[in-house]
């Protein structure tokens, strides 16, 4: 990492991730980040990876009043339904530099994008719905979504990566770390913070306890508000 991180869990998939010149906040659905946004000197680049209620929140939009120099960085599925100052747009496969940052967007294995963003040598992912969905399904629906994550992996492992947001979802049941587990293994993020696990914030205990000895140093940040600085 080039500089001190500060991370603040905010809720689900969720964080603000403070560098030295900037404030970047993932996936906004609920949490206290409206004062920060609204009081930080730093520059403020917002991330959503799609559409889907629990990545985005419109209220995101009210805060350009107060900051008209928001950066908002969005999956192309996202229809904000109003104009919208400093918006990138990206689809999987895309490169841009903006805000004095680098963002590369990956396919899902859902909808949207998941992103990696490097910021003064600090290089960040948010994984957004990527993840293995490994639902108890038919066979072929199982060999589809196995095929399809693994094939994003093998894209995704190219990439350097100091810290790490991903998907430990309790939905997925004795599954739920399947997605987690290949990422650490072939990608091999320097910091994995669990995400995308709602109201079961134990899973994230359990997960901790399971990879134990793994290369990634696991972090847990599971309650609102809760904060991790990294060096």
């Not at 949490?31 to 930080?40: D, I, M, R, Y």
């Not at 109003?82 to 805000?99: C, K, W």
């Not at 190219?158 to 990422?183: C, T």
Request: proline fraction near 6%; hydrophobic fraction near 40%; charge should be negative.
């Amino acid at each position: 990492m080039g500089n001190p991180v500060k991370i603040k869990f905010l809720y689900h998939s969720g964080f603000c991730v403070e560098t030295r010149k900037n404030l970047l906040l993932f996936d906004y659905y609920q949490g206290e980040a409206e004062g920060l946004v609204k009081s930080t000197p730093k520059q403020v680049v917002i991330f959503c990876s799609h559409s889907h209620p629990d990545h985005f929140n419109p209220v995101i939009l009210d805060w350009q009043k107060d900051r008209p120099d928001i950066h908002y960085i969005f999956s192309r599925d996202i229809r904000p339904g109003q104009r919208v100052e400093n918006l990138h747009y990206l689809v999987p496969d895309e490169t841009i530099e903006t805000a004095g940052l680098k963002i590369k967007a990956f396919n899902s294995t859902d909808i949207g994008v998941a992103f990696w963003v490097e910021d003064e040598g600090t290089r960040i992912f948010h994984a957004g719905d990527l993840n293995w969905w490994y639902w108890i399904d038919t066979p072929e629906e199982m060999a589809k979504a196995e095929r399809e994550f693994k094939e994003e992996i093998e894209i995704i492992k190219s990439e350097d990566i100091d810290i790490a947001f991903f998907p430990v979802d309790p939905r997925l049941e004795k599954n739920y770390s399947a997605g987690a587990e290949y990422f650490i293994e072939k990608v091999g993020p320097k910091v994995f913070i669990p995400m995308h696990f709602a109201d079961s914030p134990e899973i994230t205990d359990e997960f901790r306890n399971a990879m134990k000895g793994c290369p990634s140093r696991i972090i847990i940040l599971n309650q609102k508000g809760q904060e991790e600085i990294l060096l």
